[in-house]
């Protein structure tokens, strides 16, 4: 639809969907909503919510929390293993891993992100409440202070892309709000030898993270979590 057409006059709307003959593939459907007003209501029942994948998603993903809450080391390496192809690698990245990343890191992406870290930075800093106090009277008053967690468990997506961008945007406010230790997650890459990939790495160095680790999925949160 140009910018000119009205929703009313031309709606369309692609789907992923299983057809009944073939339940186990999943396929674009249009549904062509043309020709009339539509309410919230009729919209929401007209597309299809996947309801049941989310819930087997959100199954599956308890399944292996607590696998690895259950089974530690051994259940993360099976899953590296069955998602992401990956065997004998190192959970916890070295630290030479991650000098050697960031050594052999592009200078123009190197510049990118240090740009982008110093404006992620100063963004996060305005943020920041300051403290605030509220006098009643002689003796009365009520103090307001925003206080950091001592530490937080990070993770970054990697399975089919890779997002620097998503290592900046964690960090950088966690730093910025106080929080003096900090463990990132990335999956282990098959086509780097089971290393996370090179670039999540330099841009965790170059940020001073030093407690990284080859995770990937919802066994990476239940590793930080338990």
């Given at each position: 639809?140009?910018?000119?057409?009205?929703?009313?006059?031309?709606?369309?709307?692609?789907?992923?969907?299983?057809?009944?003959?073939?339940?186990?593939?999943?396929?674009?459907?249009?549904?062509?909503?043309?020709?009339?007003?539509?309410?919230?209501?009729?919209?929401?029942?007209?597309?299809?919510?996947?309801?049941?994948?989310?819930?087997?998603?959100?199954?599956?993903?308890?399944?292996?929390?607590?696998?690895?809450?259950?089974?530690?080391?051994?259940?993360?390496?099976?899953?590296?293993?069955?998602?992401?192809?990956?065997?004998?690698?190192?959970?916890?990245?070295?630290?030479?891993?991650?000098?050697?990343?960031?050594?052999?890191?592009?200078?123009?992406?190197?510049?990118?992100?240090?740009?982008?870290?110093?404006?992620?930075?100063?963004?996060?800093?305005?943020?920041?409440?300051?403290?605030?106090?509220?006098?009643f009277g002689p003796g009365a008053r009520v103090i307001q202070r925003w206080q950091p967690v001592r530490r937080v468990g990070l993770y970054v997506p990697g399975g089919k892309a890779v997002y620097p961008s998503s290592v900046v945007m964690n960090v950088v406010p966690a730093q910025v709000a106080g929080v003096t230790s900090v463990a990132l997650t990335s999956p282990p890459q098959a086509n780097e030898g089971g290393r996370v990939h090179?670039?999540?790495?330099?841009?965790?160095?170059?940020?001073?993270?030093?407690?990284?680790?080859?995770?990937?999925?919802?066994?990476?949160?239940?590793?930080?979590?338990?």
């Amino acid at each position: 639809a140009t910018a000119r057409q009205s929703p009313e006059r031309r709606l369309r709307v692609a789907t992923l969907a299983a057809p009944p003959e073939y339940p186990g593939n999943t396929m674009i459907q249009t549904i062509d909503l043309t020709g009339r007003t539509h309410t919230t209501a009729e919209l929401l029942a007209a597309v299809p919510r996947a309801a049941a994948a989310a819930a087997e998603a959100s199954e599956a993903a308890a399944r292996i929390i607590a696998d690895v809450r259950a089974h530690g080391g051994e259940a993360l390496r099976e899953q590296a293993k069955r998602f992401d192809r990956v065997e004998g690698h190192e959970l916890r990245v070295p630290q030479s891993h991650i000098d050697e990343a960031v050594a052999g890191l592009d200078p123009r992406v190197r510049a990118a992100l240090e740009a982008v870290i110093v404006r992620v930075r100063e963004a996060s800093a305005a943020q920041v409440p300051p403290p605030a106090v509220t006098t009643f009277g002689p003796g009365a008053r009520v103090i307001q202070r925003w206080q950091p967690v001592r530490r937080v468990g990070l993770y970054v997506p990697g399975g089919k892309a890779v997002y620097p961008s998503s290592v900046v945007m964690n960090v950088v406010p966690a730093q910025v709000a106080g929080v003096t230790s900090v463990a990132l997650t990335s999956p282990p890459q098959a086509n780097e030898g089971g290393r996370v990939h090179p670039t999540i790495l330099a841009a965790a160095g170059l940020l001073g993270v030093t407690e990284v680790y080859a995770l990937g999925g919802a066994g990476a949160i239940g590793a930080l979590a338990y």
